[in-house]
């Protein structure tokens, strides 16, 4: 399992979401029926931590709102991933739909992530598996970008790949 810092940004975001109220978590909750930062009830909790010079489809942004929705919907956080968390849900439930669900996943683009997410996430959460919200922001910034390098685009896929599957790997050697 690879270990992957988030930014000090994604941070301080994370921990401004584990302080909001069970009013504000239920308006960001709501907000994952929208296309990210669409959803105006949301606005005064995400939008502080965007950039002044970001745009409205900045992928940098449109993270935020993503983290933000996925985060309310499931906010178990912890130190692995999200393809190590959704790893873990598939050792626990032996199916194999979920690993096609998430090859499917990963072949994704910047204008679906985002939908394969919150049904991911909506697995976790009823499995109560934690991940790393933060590490999740980075790495959204990056894939929500669809002018983002193709081969920086590949390498997150590929880490994302590699674990999932070493997750799976060291699982079945014990």
């Known amino acids: ?38 959803y105006s009830p949301a606005f005064p909790y995400v939008e502080r931590f965007v950039s002044k010079e970001a745009h409205e489809r900045d992928a940098r942004r449109l993270a935020l709102y993503a983290v933000a929705g996925l ?8 130190t692995q991933g999200f393809a190590s968390a959704f790893a873990e849900l598939f050792r626990h439930r032996k199916s194999e739909s979920l690993e096609k669900r998430f090859v499917a996943l990963l072949a994704a683009d910047a204008e679906n992530i985002h939908d394969y997410l919150r049904q991911a996430v909506s697995l976790l959460a009823a499995d109560e598996i934690p991940m790393n919200h933060a590490t999740l922001l980075d790495d959204l910034a990056l894939w929500m970008n669809p ?10 896929r590929q ?8 997750v799976i790997d060291t699982s079945t050697e014990s």
């Open 159 to 166: 880490r994302w790949a590699r674990d999932f599957y070493r």
């Open 71 to 78: 985060f309310a919907r499931h906010p178990r956080t912890g």
């Open 1 to 38: 399992m690879s270990k992957h810092p988030a930014s000090e940004h994604a941070q301080r975001f994370l921990s401004h979401l584990q302080r909001l109220d069970r009013e504000a978590l239920a308006k960001l909750r709501h907000s994952l029926a929208f296309d990210p930062g669409t």
């Open 147 to 156: 002018w983002a390098d193709p081969d920086r685009l590949d390498r997150l």
